[in-house]
């Protein structure tokens, strides 16, 4: 069965069995939408399409499927028991409250699999996690994650086609917002992740100095107004910072790669990021490269040490779909995944271990 | 006695990587998103008890224990 993949650009009620016709009989259906496919309907769609399958997908802000980034459409990449051999999947609810959804899921999970979730292979298990692109959640779900389980959580947050107004996630037939869906995978076969930004780190650097974790807002970057700083360091009046936060986010240095934070707006003089900056990182200023080079430069060289990979998932972000098409280079971003397989949609963030942003995750499975 | 705060973070990675270099960095990236980057702290920094009391959560929560 192998991995398949799939594109519907109209609206119809039928959505579910016109996908089974193209993907054939997979363990496991992740799909991908705009929302002006109806979330609900489209769940229900999908899950009576394939019911000996685990179906899971989420609302997007725009689509990308092999060879072809598309608005408002439906993607979705069917995975054979032969890629995927167990799967356990479930819907977090209220991931804004301070129930801990995830510790339940995890403690029904071990019961099931008779292993602790801190013991289970890595290379073995991959985590899939879509979680709804407007609770500012992300970082409390992924350090959860993260910190009940070595198995690498990898995934987006769900758009609704840059109306910020409403995502959803689904599983089954269950579509919800303020919540997340994470899924369990086992690869025999194993998989490969790729984490890739198309930004050089300078070696000017800004420390948050005052901050407003829950808004995910800088007061003061090095003691100063943060608006003040930023622009100081770029070389630019405060009156035209904003225009530069896309060519240059803020890299939290690991290993010597960013894990971006994207400033989202000014606020008076403090800055408001896509994602949570904490009081003394050490963040570089990044400068922009190209992202169709870069991200076929990172996929050519995942292929080469993965020659046997039967298909791609990823996950792009919405500001780089943004960047691109403001560019004209959506066409050859989606030609970069002709080689493979590929179902994605672009996001309004990303996780790998943590919560990215101006960054795609993908998972390459083998 | 000065470096606490480095053993402690030892004590972390240690058992969370269980040897294995891929958990090892792993565990080090959790870390530094939660604010804690290893490479800032040596066998001279000071035992801040505020610091110390952090890093205690932070080994309850990965499910360490110091």
């Known amino acids: 069965m192998g991995i398949s993949v799939s594109k519907l650009t109209d609206v119809s009620d039928d959505a579910g069995a016109r996908l089974a016709a193209e993907l054939g009989g997979p363990a496991v259906v992740i799909y991908f939408a705009s929302p002006k496919h109806d979330p609900q309907d489209l769940a229900l769609s999908v899950a009576r399409a394939f019911p000996a399958a685990v179906t899971f997908g989420c609302t997007s802000s725009g689509e990308l499927v092999s060879g072809s980034m598309s608005k408002g459409a439906i993607v979705a990449m069917g995975l054979g028991a032969d890629v995927v051999s167990r799967t356990e999947i479930a819907v977090v609810d209220g991931i804004t409250g301070s129930d801990d959804g995830i510790g339940r899921v995890f403690a029904e999970w071990e019961a099931k699999l008779g292993q602790k979730m801190l013991d289970l292979d890595p290379e073995r298990w991959l985590g899939i996690v879509l979680i709804d692109g407007l609770s500012g959640a992300e970082e409390r779900v992924m350090e959860r994650l993260g910190d009940l389980t070595n198995v690498i959580f990898i995934g987006g947050s769900a758009g609704d086609d840059v109306a910020f107004k409403k995502t959803v996630v689904a599983a089954g037939s269950k579509v919800a917002s303020d919540a997340a869906v994470i899924a369990l995978l086992e690869c025999p076969s194993g998989f490969d992740i790729i984490k890739t930004q198309s930004f050089h780190a300078t070696r000017q650097f800004l420390v948050p100095t005052k901050v407003d974790r829950a808004a995910r807002e800088v007061i003061e970057f090095n003691g100063k107004p943060a608006a003040v700083a930023y622009a100081e360091a770029l070389g630019v009046g405060v009156d035209k910072l904003a225009d530069e936060f896309m060519a240059h986010p803020l890299g939290l240095m690991i290993g010597g790669e960013p894990f971006v934070r994207s400033p989202q707006q000014l606020v008076g003089e403090s800055v408001r990021f896509f994602c949570g900056v904490d009081e003394g990182m050490k963040l570089a200023i990044l400068n922009s490269t190209s992202i169709v080079e870069d991200t076929g430069d990172a996929l050519k060289k995942a292929l080469d040490r993965n020659q046997e990979a039967r298909g791609l998932l990823n996950f792009n972000c919405i500001l780089r779909t943004l960047e691109l098409e403001a560019k004209g280079l959506t066409e050859q971003y989606g030609n970069v995944f002709k080689v493979i397989p590929t179902a994605g949609f672009s996001t309004y963030g990303e996780e790998y271990i943590g919560h990215i942003n101006q960054t795609a995750t993908m998972v390459l499975f083998r | ?66």
């Open chain 2, 1 to 66: 006695m000065p470096g606490q705060v480095k053993v402690m973070i030892d004590r972390i990675i240690e058992q969370r990587s269980k040897g294995n270099a891929v958990l090892a960095s792993t565990t080090q990236t959790k870390l530094i998103l939660k604010g804690f980057d290893p490479a800032r702290y040596d066998a001279s920094t000071p035992d801040d008890p505020l610091v110390l009391a952090q890093l205690r959560q932070i080994a309850a929560d990965l499910n360490v224990t110091l």
